[in-house]
């Protein structure tokens, strides 16, 4: 038994303030000691301007639970709606409330919104593909959910890690590695996909590795010969030192299958997989499981600054003062305005009440299915063609 702990930030701390850097602890300190707790206007942004850059907008679900019932009012863009540039957030109510808050509310929008962004990107490039999460071994195991959920916020099909799907109440999705040929020993492949077989449930679909130990064709034909009707697919998994011109392998594995009749056999590709490797691919194969491409994304470089104090516009250099909204035009594009003024003609406002009085608006806002639905058609809106 060992008396090590892992290193966890866990829910009391988040939800008590304790999750959050040193300075922000000085702050309300100095604002206690001054008797000062002004009444501000506080907005979450990456760009100030539009740039053409869109991103994808996830972890509200997070950042809701964070700061429901504190008496707060926030505004923000639907998860799995696109951005560029101006406000995603704003959250109105006394600072002190909220100031010890500010580290891990980014936290959760930042992490979560470059995963989806990055789903995204595969999602729009292989659209008529099946799209697997295989990223959780690449972070943090107290990350592992997010990044699940914020795949499937931007149409992937599923992911694997099992945790996370008790968590946001999907099942993961799997087969078999390397590891359990390895286990049976060279030449055994077949003893590998008969005791897999074997010991799958029933709803489990039967897809083959297979790469393992020889050529992709000749382990495919003999996974084919061993579990006959039985077997619903194979995957290649090839790593990238060994595999060559992997297009040229999947088509010649295709053409052995169709040839013997099997044309009905899914083929599904991971390893490695990216948007470029995505577009060579998609019109050979059935699915991709896509890892570190997608949980490794660079964190959106978001930030909270206060724009209005005591009902007058405020803010640091080099921010925007004054309460803003944020537009879906008529054309597609994105266009920033302060609130009180004339919104662009056909425009569409994004930021929606989603805390109002500390109290949540239940408007199907923390809805996984409803965000992928979203994303999609917003992405289709703007013309957004994925990055890479």
Same mark, same amino acid.
């Given at each position: 038994?060992?008396?090590?702990?892992?290193?966890?930030?866990?829910?009391?701390?988040?939800?008590?303030?304790?999750?959050?850097?040193?300075?922000?602890?000085?702050?309300?300190?100095?604002?206690?000691?001054?008797?000062?707790?002004?009444?501000?206007?506080?907005?979450?942004?990456? #760009?100030?301007?539009?740039?053409?850059?869109?991103?994808?907008?996830?972890?509200?679900?997070?950042?809701?639970? @964070?700061?429901?019932?504190?008496?707060?009012?926030?505004?923000?863009? &639907?998860?799995?709606?696109?951005?560029?540039?101006?406000?995603?957030?704003?959250?109105?109510?006394?600072?002190?409330?909220?100031?010890? @808050?500010?580290?891990? @509310?980014?936290?959760?929008?930042?992490?979560?919104?470059?995963?989806?962004?990055?789903?995204?990107?595969?999602?729009?490039?292989?659209?008529?593909?099946? @799209?697997?999460?295989?990223?959780?071994?690449?972070?943090?195991?107290?990350?592992?959910?997010?990044?699940?959920?914020?795949?499937?916020?931007?149409?992937?099909?599923?992911?694997?890690?099992?945790?996370?799907?008790?968590?946001?109440?999907?099942?993961?999705?799997?087969?078999? &590695?390397?590891?359990?040929?390895?286990?049976?020993?060279?030449?055994?492949?077949?003893?590998?996909?008969?005791?897999?077989?074997?010991?799958?449930?029933?709803?489990?679909?039967?897809?083959?590795?297979?790469?393992?130990?020889? #050529?992709?064709?000749?382990?495919?034909?003999?996974?084919?010969?061993?579990?006959?009707?039985?077997?619903?697919?194979?995957?290649?998994?090839?790593?990238?030192?060994?595999?060559?011109?992997?297009?040229?392998?999947?088509?010649?594995?295709?053409?052995?299958?169709?040839?013997?009749?099997?044309?009905?056999? #899914?083929?599904?590709?991971?390893?490695?997989?990216?948007?470029?490797?995505?577009?060579?691919?998609?019109?050979?194969? #059935?699915?991709?499981?896509?890892?570190?491409?997608?949980?490794?994304?660079?964190?959106?470089?978001?930030?909270?600054?206060?724009?209005?104090?005591?009902?007058?516009?405020?803010?640091?250099?080099?921010?925007?003062?004054?309460?803003?909204?944020?537009?879906?035009?008529?054309?597609?594009?994105?266009?920033?305005?302060?609130?009180?003024?004339?919104?662009?003609?056909?425009?569409?406002?994004?930021?929606?009440?989603?805390?109002?009085?500390?109290?949540?608006?239940?408007?199907?806002?923390?809805?996984?299915?409803?965000?992928?639905?979203?994303?999609?058609?917003?992405?289709?809106?703007?013309?957004?063609?994925?990055?890479?």
């Amino acid at each position: 038994m060992t008396d090590f702990e892992f290193d966890i930030v866990d829910d009391e701390a988040i939800r008590g303030g304790r999750a959050t850097d040193a300075y922000f602890d000085r702050t309300t300190a100095a604002l206690e000691h001054a008797g000062r707790n002004p009444e501000v206007v506080a907005e979450v942004t990456a #760009d100030q301007f539009p740039n053409g850059e869109f991103e994808l907008f996830a972890g509200l679900n997070d950042a809701v639970a @964070l700061l429901a019932g504190r008496g707060l009012d926030v505004h923000a863009i &639907p998860e799995g709606r696109l951005f560029d540039g101006g406000p995603v957030m704003r959250i109105e109510g006394s600072y002190r409330t909220f100031a010890r @808050l500010e580290t891990s @509310l980014l936290g959760f929008l930042s992490h979560a919104s470059a995963i989806a962004t990055a789903a995204l990107d595969c999602r729009v490039t292989a659209p008529d593909s099946q @799209l697997l999460s295989f990223g959780a071994r690449h972070v943090h195991p107290s990350m592992a959910a997010a990044v699940e959920r914020s795949a499937l916020v931007a149409g992937f099909d599923g992911f694997s890690h099992v945790a996370a799907g008790d968590l946001i109440d999907r099942e993961a999705s799997g087969t078999m &590695p390397h590891a359990l040929a390895i286990c049976f020993g060279r030449g055994n492949q077949e003893a590998a996909w008969h005791a897999f077989d074997e010991a799958a449930g029933p709803d489990t679909p039967r897809i083959a590795l297979c790469d393992t130990y020889t #050529d992709e064709v000749d382990e495919t034909l003999r996974a084919v010969e061993t579990l006959g009707d039985r077997l619903d697919g194979i995957r290649l998994d090839t790593t990238g030192s060994r595999r060559g011109d992997f297009e040229h392998i999947v088509r010649e594995v295709r053409w052995e299958l169709d040839a013997r009749g099997h044309d009905d056999l #899914d083929v599904y590709v991971s390893g490695g997989l990216g948007p470029a490797d995505l577009r060579t691919l998609r019109d050979h194969v #059935d699915g991709f499981g896509v890892g570190g491409h997608v949980s490794n994304a660079d964190p959106v470089d978001f930030a909270l600054d206060i724009v209005e104090v005591d009902g007058e516009p405020a803010a640091k250099r080099g921010k925007l003062s004054g309460t803003k909204q944020a537009y879906r035009t008529a054309d597609g594009a994105h266009a920033v305005g302060l609130v009180d003024r004339d919104a662009p003609e056909g425009s569409e406002p994004l930021l929606e009440p989603v805390i109002r009085d500390g109290e949540v608006i239940d408007g199907g806002a923390f809805s996984l299915t409803a965000a992928a639905e979203r994303a999609l058609a917003d992405a289709e809106r703007v013309g957004y063609g994925g990055r890479n």
